[in-house]
């Protein structure tokens, strides 16, 4: 018997992935709009770097918290990026964000504490959560505040039943939505107001269009950032992440990263310090999705989609597919079977009205990107 702690539901996308691998087994096309995970290979300074380390061949353990000059070029991006001073003490290595919410979760909740999250939201978080014994309460986002999780209902989900923790991704996902910087600081004011610990998922900073990304490392001390080599810096797979955590933290973070990984893989550490020498090639593929970005606002709404959330930032467009279905796992399995291209259910991310919107990853060619509007548009007119 497993325990019920990892009853945890499974993620949708990757049964849709199963499903387009299927078809492209017996010979189709398909284009790949599901999966949130750029198309493009790591920085060439991380590969250089990597493979200058491996010809060395020391590969040990590093320190729990990370290799010092990581931490000390991480807290240096702070500074070129944001222009906010960040002890590199206070920065913690992690294997991709995904453990990094791990750490944040176990070094600052006990079983039965109230997280609250955005609706709709990054399905792990809730799932994460479940797993360690906590509560992810869930917080609806409707255009009214651009789908920002609203002041009022965190404090009124507080008043409720005390919450301990609230946290918000921006750019995020499924929706590519940001948050105004002024409306990112009105909630980590709100928040440790009420002693709410506020945990910022940062993974997709660098990829911004319609405004700057705020850091909420420059508006309190007392934030948990959480971030990653994933996105921006397309390393996916290198697993490696970083957190910035309030000083009474890192010791009991280090304790818990040594018990539990002892610490974050060598190679990946070495070629991430690299990483940020590679900003120039980076920044072309970010143009890249720019590109897709433009092609989809415009092409969509002549293919017959036209209601979406604000693409602001990330590579997702989330649009909201209500005038077609009520089932938007059936009409992406169709969209998939008739259509050919893939994308993700809203379900995933939203048990309540997820049903009505399906998201779209823009993290490949601009070539697919038309193709999929064209063939959209066919299908659709069709149905
Ligand atoms: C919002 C968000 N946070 C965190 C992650 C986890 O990424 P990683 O563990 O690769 O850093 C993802 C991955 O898709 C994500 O979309």
């Given at each position: 018997m497993h325990s019920l702690r990892s009853n945890v539901p499974p993620f949708i996308v990757m049964d849709v992935m199963a499903a387009a691998a299927r078809i492209e087994a017996r010979g189709g096309r398909v284009i790949h709009m599901e999966v949130g995970q750029p198309a493009a290979s790591a920085p060439q300074t991380a590969i250089r770097a990597a493979k200058a380390a491996l010809d060395i061949g020391d590969i040990g353990y590093t320190e729990a918290l990370g290799i010092p000059a990581l931490r000390a070029r991480i807290a240096r991006h702070y500074v070129e990026t944001h222009g906010v001073a960040v002890a590199p003490e206070r920065i913690v290595v992690t294997t991709g964000s995904s453990a990094g919410f791990i750490l944040a979760f176990l070094s600052m909740f006990e079983p039965g504490d109230r997280v609250a999250l955005a609706n709709p939201g990054y399905p792990p978080y809730r799932h994460i959560l479940t797993a360690l014994g906590c509560e992810p309460v869930l917080i609806e986002t409707s255009a009214a505040t651009r789908w920002a999780m609203p002041v009022d209902a965190l404090l009124d989900a507080h008043r409720r039943k005390p919450l301990k923790g609230v946290l918000v991704a921006s750019p995020a996902n499924p929706t590519g939505t940001m948050m105004r910087p002024e409306a990112l600081a009105a909630l980590i004011q709100a928040a440790e107001g009420e002693g709410i610990r506020f945990i910022s998922d940062e993974i997709y900073h660098g990829l911004d269009y319609a405004f700057p990304a705020e850091t909420a490392a420059k508006l309190s001390g007392n934030a948990v950032i959480i971030n990653s080599f994933s996105k921006y810096f397309c390393m996916t797979g290198w697993r490696v992440g970083w957190m910035v955590v309030p000083e009474e933290l890192v010791r009991p973070v280090e304790r818990l990263q040594q018990n539990l990984a002892i610490s974050v893989p060598t190679l990946s550490q070495i070629a991430a310090a690299a990483a940020f020498d590679g900003r120039d090639e980076m920044d072309g593929v970010k143009h890249g999705y720019e590109e897709n970005r433009r092609i989809l606002v415009q092409g969509l709404p002549k293919a017959g989609l036209g209601e979406f959330l604000p693409v602001d930032g990330a590579f997702y467009l989330y649009a909201d597919v209500s005038h077609f279905t009520d089932d938007s796992f059936d009409f992406a399995k169709c969209m998939l079977e008739e259509a050919g291209v893939a994308a993700t259910p809203g379900i995933d991310f939203d048990?309540?009205?997820?049903?009505?919107f399906i998201r779209f990853s823009y993290a490949r060619s601009a070539a697919d990107m038309r193709e999929a509007v064209e063939r959209i548009g066919a299908w659709l007119s069709k149905r």
């Open positions: 048990p309540m009205r997820g049903r009505h």
